[in-house]
T-cell receptor
Framework: QQQVKQSPQSLIVQKGGIPIINCAYE??????FPWYQQFPGKGPALLIA?????SEKKEGRFTISFNKSAKQFSLHIMDSQPGDSATYFC????????????FGKGTHLIIQP | ETGVTQSPTHLIKTRGQQVTLRCSSQ?????VSWYQQALGQGPQFIFQ???????GRGNFPPRFSGLQFPNYSSELNVNALELDDSALYLC??????????FGSGTRLTVV
């Protein structure tokens, strides 16, 4: 019930392409959905987050699409660059926030020059 | 505005020992949560502190314990270390459960 399923596990995209990472959840009590970027040896860095009452949110080159009825959300990276190569995690927070964040297993993204 | 800082960055302990990890919250944040990240996995929620009280806990045994101080800094204590406790331990601070900001973590190796 509290799982967040993330796919694909790994992804290779050419520079300038649009990588898309997908996440799905079951628990409708999740009310906050952030995406994190993590480089080796570093902690996760918040990229962008969305609430379930919004279907799309853009911040710079990053876009979240949210489908509440399907219980799915995805991250799109526009004009991808080699510097975007990292591991990306989706996460979800239960209403109230006392249970912290539930993370997906991550997507290892490589942007080829 | 300072971010979340964690210390130490790396630590090696022997099985059965105890360890204390430390975290300073981002300025203005009143909630601290701790996560365990095994190699190649997503972070797993350990527990969360708000107003110096534990207000949420993940699926971790009681030998994982913590504290939050009046300045919102926090400690994670792990007793009777096991080999499987080897991981990256992450601290995150937030304001009322929004905008979780993570530190760079403490890499714990249990031998």
């Amino acid at each position: 019930q509290q799982q967040v399923k993330q796919s694909p596990q790994s992804l290779i995209v050419q520079k300038g392409g649009i990588p898309i990472i997908n996440c799905a959840y079951e628990n409708t009590a999740f009310d906050y959905f952030p995406w994190y970027q993590q480089f080796p040896g570093k902690g996760p860095a918040l990229l962008i987050a969305i609430r379930p009452d919004v279907s799309e949110k853009k911040e710079g080159r990053f876009t979240i699409s949210f489908n509440k009825s399907a219980k799915q959300f995805s991250l799109h990276i526009m004009d991808s660059q080699p510097g975007d190569s990292a591991t990306y995690f989706c996460a979800a927070r239960l209403w109230g926030g006392a249970d912290g964040l539930t993370f997906g297993k991550g997507t290892h993204l490589i942007i080829q020059p | 505005e300072t971010g979340v800082t964690q210390s130490p960055t790396h630590l090696i302990k022997t099985r059965g020992q105890q360890v204390t990890l430390r975290c300073s919250s981002q300025s203005g944040h009143n909630t601290v949560s701790w996560y365990q990240q095994a190699l190649g996995q997503g972070p797993q929620f350990i527990f969360q502190y708000y107003r110096e009280e534990e207000n949420g806990r993940g699926n971790f045994p009681p030998r994982f314990s913590g504290l939050q101080f009046p300045n919102y800094s926090s400690e994670l204590n792990v007793n009777a270390l096991e080999l499987d406790d080897s991981a990256l331990y992450l601290c995150a601070s937030s304001l009322a459960g929004i905008g979780y900001t993570f530190g760079s973590g403490t890499r714990l190796t249990v031998v």
